[in-house]
């Protein structure tokens, strides 16, 4: 893989890194949750305040494409804004069962988004 991965900077801070892999959960649901606290920061950065991320998507898709530049990969961009929509339908849903704005979301509440999807 070419040198251009190795200088992403991650949305996460250090502390939040080290709080989700003292989790007492599986590697894979530390990863799960990982990924969604990433997706989460960028819909945070991205995201329009009075919007779901649902109802307005155009910023994500041009996040992703911008992101997609540094890739020399077409399909890359589309599979990436898939994977991003998939996460961002997620944490909508979630959010709202909790009745929370999705911006408000927390560790705590990723947590136990990945814990009930280990229990179904």
Request: proline share 2%.
């Amino acid at each position: 893989m070419s040198n251009q991965t190795n200088s992403f900077q991650s949305p996460l801070s250090n502390e939040m890194v080290k709080n989700i892999d003292q989790l007492n959960l599986p590697i894979i649901k530390k990863h799960h949750v990982r990924l969604l606290a990433h997706c989460l920061e960028i819909f945070k950065e991205i995201g329009n305040d009075e919007k779901s991320l649902l109802e307005e998507d155009e910023p994500l898709k041009k996040w992703c494409e911008k992101q997609s530049q540094k890739f020399n990969d077409k399909k890359f961009n589309q599979l990436f804004y898939e994977q991003m929509s998939a996460a961002a339908q997620t944490l909508d849903f979630f959010s709202k069962s909790i009745e929370k704005n999705i911006k408000e979301l927390d560790l705590d509440d990723l947590i136990t988004l990945v814990e009930q999807k280990r229990e179904n």
